[in-house]
């Protein structure tokens, strides 16, 4: 049984492989100053409804870009699980190239995703992940990381929005009904819907230019539902690819010691 941790900036997910199929998931907040001891209570009760228990794991895989979560995230497997956690990053051997100027500056959360997209699908690829940050990395055909763009996520340039701008409120993010708003929120919420659209079409376009081949372009996140049926820029649209990713890894380094 293992327990996959996979914490971004804004939510950290808990997922439960059961050797056959992921059996259970469950999000929280994240919060970096979070102690082993609270992560366990509240972990313990989640799996006590799905008639689990702490004990149940023999192994627990972290993927986390809050460095300062990662101490207590260790713990937490040291003490509640028994068992010793890879971390990507620190010892977990990821079996593929990082070919960008700076490998150690690619971040952990888009590496497991390049590994759990290539997993899943064939040829050369663009990984779009909807989260605090939207990101679009380049994976090629053989697994390799090959870099991206990085850009504001879509509650963080909503949120911007309403803190920089006195009068404008803060709206809840969905598909609007036209492009152009009658109202200040209509508005809002098209610019911001729309505008992501046009991001999410633009950079892939862009992108397939620069490359001059064809890639298929995966979509995961958060957020990425929304967009789901708004766009033909996505070819798939995957809420698991990260949990893939981690599955993979793990699976790679079972054995070494």
Not at 167 to 188: E, H, S, Y
Not at 207 to 212: D, F, H, N, V
Request: contains cysteine; charged residues 20%.
């Amino acid at each position: 049984m293992l327990l996959a941790i996979e914490q971004g900036n804004t939510n950290t997910l808990f997922a439960v492989h059961d050797g056959t199929s992921w059996s259970a998931q469950w999000r929280t907040a994240t919060e970096s100053a979070r102690t082993a001891d609270e992560y366990a209570v509240w972990l313990s009760q989640l799996l006590n409804m799905a008639g689990l228990q702490l004990g149940v794991f023999d192994g627990c895989i972290i993927s986390s870009v809050v460095p300062q979560s990662i101490f207590n995230l260790r713990n937490l497997s040291r003490r509640y699980l028994h068992v010793e956690p890879l971390v990507i990053g620190e010892n977990a051997e990821l079996g593929i190239d990082i070919r960008i100027d700076k490998p150690s500056e690619a971040g952990a959360d888009r590496l497991v995703n390049a590994i759990g997209a290539h997993a899943a699908y064939p040829g050369d690829l663009i990984v779009i992940d909807s989260g605090t940050a939207t990101t679009f990395d380049v994976v090629a055909a053989d697994g390799a990381f090959e870099g991206g763009v990085i850009a504001p996520g879509i509650n963080l340039s909503m949120e911007a929005l309403h803190t920089a701008a006195a009068k404008l409120p803060r709206v809840a993010i969905q598909k609007p009904q036209r492009v152009v708003g009658t109202d200040t929120v209509g508005a809002m919420q098209s610019g911001v819907f729309w505008g992501y659209i046009a991001m999410i079409e633009g950079l892939t376009a862009r992108i397939k230019a620069e490359r001059g081949a064809p890639l298929t372009v995966v979509a995961t996140g958060g957020i990425a539902s929304l967009f789901h049926g708004a766009t033909l820029s996505v070819d798939h649209f995957d809420p698991d690819l990260t949990i893939r990713g981690l599955l993979e890894i793990w699976r790679r380094n079972q054995g070494r010691s």
